[in-house]
């Protein structure tokens, strides 16, 4: 079956190449397989762009990942966006992440397009409070009103079965169905973003699967404490410091990387007084596949996340790797 040029085009936006390659990769790759689809991912230029236009057409967007206030680079972007879809008139766009799903139903409103928004993670935005937190109830009244409406012959017909949204918490989903009127028949709840295949293929790598004994009846076994996720004091870096720094005796590796986007981030300068302080704890930065590729012996993740997302992948390939995690309720949804 010979694909149709315009008629048959996906689009998958996020405000990341590495979070659409990270998280939407095993999508892209069935898409692909498909083949009756040109899937076409929208995102800002880094180093996972080259990675995505191995299994899609990858179009530089630029869009700021910061909470910055400059309407200008807003509306410039949201002008890219359209111009986009005026030229590529995708058949379905899946959008990610609060400002890209903003620009997304804005546009999406504009052509009548068919549209997946997904919110994988509110974080801290639905504790703000003042300025902050009205902003925020604007953007989502706005794209709620936008999904459930489009623009046919220069009027503007409702059309509630227009735009699906999928939530990976429920905490967020309730209240953002407090603000705007989703049909259920319209919202997914869906925990976390799986974990790749490759994990289920390669885990009798773990250590923690080749032992046939339960080590934690045993004494004077050395654990090592893992850190996995971005560098954010809200997903519990500073506690896991705290934690790690209390036992002198074991070894702590910490896999992940600054957020220059984010206030909520470690600085370069706070890493180095923790390496200074803490001999025991290891920083080694942004690593792939970090649980699966280290051989480290008697590894136990450790997750104090408060932020508010769904499952974290890194539980998810933690218990698919069958590896110990210790996890703050509010990271289990």
């Given at each position: 079956?010979?694909?149709?040029?315009?008629?048959?085009?996906?689009?998958?936006?996020?405000?990341?190449?590495?979070?659409?390659?990270?998280?939407?990769?095993?999508?892209?790759?069935?898409?692909?397989?498909?083949?009756?689809?040109?899937?076409?991912t929208i995102?800002?230029?880094?180093?996972?762009?080259?990675?995505?236009?191995?299994?899609?057409?990858?179009?530089?967007?630029?869009?700021?990942?910061?909470?910055?206030?400059?309407?200008?680079?807003?509306?410039?972007?949201?002008?890219?966006?359209?111009?986009?879809?005026?030229?590529?008139?995708?058949r379905l766009v899946h959008s990610h992440t609060l400002k890209t799903n903003f620009l997304t139903a804005i546009t999406s409103f504009?052509?009548?397009?068919?549209?997946?928004?997904?919110?994988?993670?509110l974080g801290q935005i639905t504790n703000s409070r003042g300025?902050?937190?009205?902003?925020?109830?604007?953007?989502?009244?706005?794209?709620?009103?936008?999904?459930?409406?489009?623009?046919?012959?220069?009027?503007?017909?409702?059309?509630?079965?227009?735009?699906?949204?999928?939530?990976?918490?429920?905490?967020?989903?309730?209240?953002?169905?407090?603000?705007?009127?989703?049909?259920?028949?319209?919202?997914?709840l869906i925990f976390g973003s799986g974990v790749p295949n490759h994990f289920l293929k390669t885990r009798n790598n773990n250590h923690w699967i080749k032992i046939k004994r339960d080590l934690f009846k045993e004494k004077n076994i050395e654990f090592h404490l893992i850190y996995l996720g971005r560098l954010l004091k809200s997903k519990g870096i500073l506690t896991f410091i705290q934690v790690a720094s209390s036992y002198t005796n074991l070894n702590a590796s910490v896999f992940g990387s600054i957020d220059l986007s984010?206030?909520?981030?470690?600085?370069?300068?706070?890493?180095?007084?923790?390496?200074?302080?803490?001999?025991?704890?290891?920083?080694?930065?942004?690593?792939?596949?970090?649980l699966l590729n280290n051989r480290i012996k008697n590894p136990i993740l450790v997750i104090p996340s408060t932020y508010g997302e769904g499952l974290p992948r890194g539980i998810i390939e933690a218990l698919a790797l069958d590896i110990p995690v210790i996890s703050s309720k509010e990271a289990t949804c």
């Open positions: 079956m010979k694909k149709e040029v315009n008629s048959r085009t996906i689009f998958i936006i996020a405000n990341s190449s590495w979070y659409i390659n990270h998280y939407r990769r095993n999508l892209l790759k069935k898409l692909k397989s498909l083949d009756l689809y040109n899937v076409v995102s800002p230029l880094d180093e996972h762009s080259k990675d995505l236009s191995k299994i899609s057409l990858n179009i530089p967007w630029r869009i700021s990942r910061s909470g910055n206030k400059n309407l200008l680079r807003l509306i410039i972007s949201l002008f890219r966006l359209i111009l986009i879809f005026r030229s590529l008139k995708p504009i052509f009548g397009t068919r549209c997946v928004i997904s919110f994988a993670g300025i902050k937190r009205i902003l925020f109830i604007l953007i989502i009244k706005t794209i709620g009103f936008l999904s459930s409406r489009q623009i046919e012959n220069q009027h503007i017909l409702k059309n509630e079965k227009r735009t699906a949204f999928i939530f990976q918490n429920k905490k967020d989903m309730q209240f953002i169905k407090k603000i705007i009127k989703i049909p259920d028949s319209n919202t997914h984010s206030n909520d981030s470690l600085k370069k300068d706070d890493i180095k007084i923790f390496k200074n302080n803490y001999p025991n704890i290891h920083f080694h930065g942004f690593v792939k596949d970090p």
